[in-house]
């Protein structure tokens, strides 16, 4: 729909599992983002990515670790979560990774269930 | 604190009337940008108005801003079912490693036919 693809859609784990989620984005951009939602709390920002560096991380606790090998492809390798991490985590993307105006596209997002 | 709060968190319509929900700010800002969810799903970019405009429309959607009190608000007329869905508004900052959006915590709308 918006060229933004999030893999898996829904995910259930365990708190000793790894494992990682994946985006892509089909539209050309330069910018990638990691929010996460949970119920009752406003959308947070997890990871900033321009032209591949990580320009913002937003005090993530390090059991997320984001990975973005290139601009079309954004990860968040996840290892000993907390049941308190499930949330629809969303990826986007927008075209200038600089100063400007800036839309987001948005991926659909996967589902997390920490056990 | 967080930067977006939308009022009011949740709406109960008919179709056919109008929806109205605000959003106030803390920080100055370089644009304003209103999203919709719908349940479960990835946000969409609506409209966006720059802190050097006081309204905008698109198509059904009108949007205002006023700079001095710090806060927006999105007009949908003639709501239909599918305008159910959560709307956000987010605030742009700019800074010189790329453009950040705040959201805020969102308003559910619900358009009853």
């Known amino acids: 729909e918006t060229g933004v693809t999030q893999t898996p859609r829904h995910l259930v784990m365990g708190m000793t599992n790894k494992k990682s989620l994946k985006c892509e984005q089909h539209?050309?951009?330069?910018?990638m983002y990691w929010y996460k939602q949970s119920a009752k709390k406003p959308l947070e920002l997890m990871f900033v990515?321009?032209?591949?560096?990580?320009?913002e991380n937003n005090s993530v606790p390090s059991r997320f670790s984001p990975e973005c090998p290139n601009s079309s492809h954004l990860f968040l390798h996840l290892h000993t979560l907390q049941p308190e991490d499930s949330a629809l985590y969303l990826c986007a993307s927008s075209p200038r990774g600089s100063r400007g105006e800036d839309t987001q596209y948005f991926g659909p997002g996967t589902r997390l269930t920490v056990l | 604190s967080q930067q977006g709060e939308e009022d009011p968190q949740a709406l109960s319509i008919q179709e056919g009337e109008n929806a109205t929900m605000n959003c106030s700010y803390k920080t100055s800002i370089n644009n304003l940008q209103w999203y919709r969810q719908n349940s479960g799903r990835g946000l969409v970019h609506l409209i966006l108005?720059?802190?050097?405009?006081r309204e905008k429309h698109s198509g059904r959607l009108r949007v205002t801003l006023d700079t001095s009190k710090k806060s927006s608000s999105l007009l949908i007329t003639a709501s239909r079912a599918a305008d159910t869905a959560s709307y956000f508004c987010a605030t742009a900052q700019f800074k010189a490693a790329g453009n950040k959006l705040t959201f805020g915590g969102g308003t559910r709308v619900l358009v009853k036919p």
């Open positions: 108005i720059r802190s050097n405009e």
């Open positions: 990515y321009n032209f591949k560096e990580q320009t």
């Open positions: 539209l050309g951009h330069n910018a």
